[in-house]
């Protein structure tokens, strides 16, 4: 079936490290891959999405790649700020689009 | 106003009382959701509204119960509820067009305590 996998947290960083969370997904055809974030006491937020292979999405700073060779979608920003503290959630759409399959969400605590 | 909204944002009810949740969209979505957040576990979804239809109930206990009376608005109506649905109940909305996803619109959801 259908499956996303992060890697698990919680992730601590210093301001302006890089930073990495992995995302790989087990999936059928040619879904589209999405990132959300979740700030503390709020919903999620659409973070980034792509759509076909070899896409990057892009926001806020924030990067991904979709590589199917490597079933993969990595989560990626240079140098991280405070304001970066938050749960950060991969998710895709195998084809079914009223439905997302999520992964367990990596929190992330940004340091000063 | 834009985006998603839910009301209220706190909730706290004895498990004999009946509440609603509320939920808004001003996007023109077409479709809606109702997700359960707890501490420590996936996302997981109760509800999906499309076109005002339902088209998914993941196995809900029969003391949640959705309402979806126009594409703008869907409520969860709550009653005899236990400690365990203690959680954060979120909203979503989106515009699903053939086979593409564009994504959610999350609200800012409801914190839920049964007490």
């Known amino acids: 079936g259908n499956s996303v996998t992060q890697m698990e947290g919680p992730v601590t960083l210093s301001e302006e490290a890089f930073l990495t969370i992995n995302c790989t997904y087990t999936?059928?055809?040619?879904?589209?891959l999405f990132w959300y974030v979740q700030y503390p006491g709020e919903g999620l937020q659409l973070l980034l999405k792509?759509?076909?292979a070899d896409d990057k999405g892009s926001n806020k700073g924030f990067e991904a790649t979709y590589r199917k060779e490597t079933t993969s979608f990595h989560l990626e920003k240079g140098s991280v700020q405070v304001s970066d503290s938050a749960v950060y959630f991969c998710?895709?759409?195998?084809?079914?689009?009223?439905?997302?399959?999520w992964g367990l969400g990596t929190s992330l605590a940004v340091n000063p | 106003e834009t985006g998603v909204t839910q009301t209220p944002r706190h909730l706290v009810m004895g498990m004999t009382n009946k509440k609603s949740l509320k939920c808004e969209q001003h996007?023109?979505?077409?479709?809606m959701y109702w997700y359960k957040q707890s501490a420590k576990k996936p996302l997981e979804l109760m509800f999906v509204?499309?076109?005002?239809?339902?088209?998914e109930n993941n196995s809900v206990p029969s003391r949640f119960s959705p309402e979806c009376p126009n594409s703008s608005h869907l409520f969860l109506h709550l009653h005899t509820l236990q400690p365990e649905d203690s959680a954060l109940y979120l909203c979503?909305?989106?515009?699903?067009?053939?086979?593409?996803?564009?994504?959610?619109?999350f609200g800012s959801g409801t914190r839920l305590t049964v007490v």
């Open positions: 792509a759509t076909k």
């Open positions: 979503a909305s989106s515009q699903a067009t053939g086979t593409v996803n564009y994504g959610y619109t």
């Open positions: 509204y499309s076109l005002e239809e339902r088209v």
């Open positions: 998710a895709l759409d195998a084809g079914n689009n009223r439905k997302l399959i």
């Open positions: 996007l023109g979505h077409n479709a």
């Open positions: 999936a059928t055809g040619y879904p589209s």
